[in-house]
């Protein structure tokens, strides 16, 4: 498995709050439009600290919920958040998943930090029942504003792939088909979660970018996240639905 480069500390929580938030909209209505009418099991894998766990839970109403996760940091703060699922400390890319077969797997921005993407989402169709369904969500691309949140990315992107994965694996997926559609948030907001990222870089020195850039980079994000203007990020997000 590729190395999680984002961390499961305090910061790391925080930030995925904010990202499950940003995402929940369309995230909620991707699996209302395309998870199975009726769901069993359901899984969430690579749930983190629950917070897809608790959108699966709310949108489907699974008879039984599964989440599964690297990070024992993470999964404490999942029991406590969804007290009637049952979480696994695990690695998605086994087979087959624990708790299979399910009526519903779900994983979002999980494929990116995976060595080999496409085959292990194909491979996720061998814990499924008849009739059920896969539902990918991962980063086609980021449409960001020249500046600080586009030096961001460029910078994650390369944080990922030292890690042994791929930021934009979106390309990568779309042999299995798939849809794609925007997550757009106010720079303002997209520089805060960034800024849990370069924090937490500057805690842990990195090879992609000396002490001082990524000082740099923490102040103008902070700065992009004080402001008002009009400014946009947009993550496009492939949705791919693989059934049994």
């Avoid at 106010?186 to 990195?206: E, M, Q, S, T």
């Avoid at 102040?219 to 203007?229: G, R, Y």
Wanted: aromatic share 6%; with cysteine.
């Amino acid at each position: 498995m590729a190395h999680y480069t984002y961390g499961s500390d305090p910061l790391a929580v925080e930030r995925l709050e904010l990202v499950a938030g940003a995402y929940a909209p369309v995230s909620r209505q991707f699996l209302a439009d395309r998870a199975p009418a009726r769901v069993d099991v359901a899984m969430d894998l690579g749930c983190g600290p629950g917070f897809s766990t608790q959108l699966v839970a709310a949108v489907c109403n699974p008879t039984q919920l599964i989440g599964v996760d690297t990070s024992t940091e993470f999964l404490h703060i999942a029991r406590a958040a969804v007290p009637n699922a049952r979480f696994e400390t695990g690695d998605v890319t086994t087979s087959p998943l624990p708790g299979a077969p399910a009526d519903l797997i779900y994983a979002r921005l999980v494929l990116a930090h995976l060595p080999d993407p496409g085959a292990t989402a194909e491979a996720w169709r061998a814990s499924l029942r008849r009739g059920g369904s896969v539902l990918i969500e991962d980063l086609e691309e980021i449409d960001s504003p020249a500046g600080p949140l586009r030096d961001y990315d460029d910078l994650a992107a390369a944080v990922v792939r030292a890690g042994g994965g791929l930021m934009y694996v979106g390309p990568v997926l779309a042999a299995l088909g798939g849809r794609c559609t925007a997550v757009t948030v106010p720079a303002a907001v997209a520089a805060r979660i960034y800024g849990y990222n370069v924090r937490r870089w500057l805690a842990a020195p990195l090879p992609e970018a000396s002490r001082e850039e990524l000082e740099a980079l923490r102040v103008a994000l902070m700065a992009v996240a004080a402001s008002d203007h009009s400014d946009t990020v947009s993550w496009i997000v492939r949705q791919l639905v693989l059934a049994a």
